[in-house]
């Protein structure tokens, strides 16, 4: 079992910047990617940003040249570096595991960008 606790949403106006953390405890070995996801009222589930064991970053296009991730191996921890922030950023992010063939989800937390 894997456990993910998010930290480090908020308010914030149009421009702004905001940083995620996710940290990962448990069953931790065998991990080979993590990722955010974000889901705004009314709409599906979306991959933001998701990192590999190797370091390999992928995007959606919405948030590139805007937003970073990178994780800190010793520390078990995957960050989001969120700037220029929009309104359309507004949603409940969602911290991801992948190991082997199960997927982990943190409890979510609220980002929100509004004037």
């Known amino acids: 079992q894997v456990t993910l606790v998010e930290s480090g949403g908020g308010s914030v106006q149009p421009g702004g910047s905001l940083r995620l953390s996710c940290a990962a405890s448990g069953s931790i070995f065998g991990i080979y990617a993590m990722g955010w996801y974000r889901q705004a009222p009314g709409k599906q589930r979306e991959l933001v940003a998701v990192v590999n064991s190797g370091g390999t970053t992928s995007y959606a296009n919405s948030v590139k040249g805007r937003f970073t991730i990178s994780r800190d191996n010793a520390k078990n921890t995957v960050y989001l570096q969120m700037n220029s922030l929009k309104p359309e950023d507004t949603a409940v992010y969602y911290c991801?595991?992948?190991?082997?063939?199960?997927?982990?989800w943190g409890q979510g937390t609220q980002v929100t960008v509004s004037p």
């Open positions: 991801n595991a992948a190991k082997y063939s199960n997927a982990y």
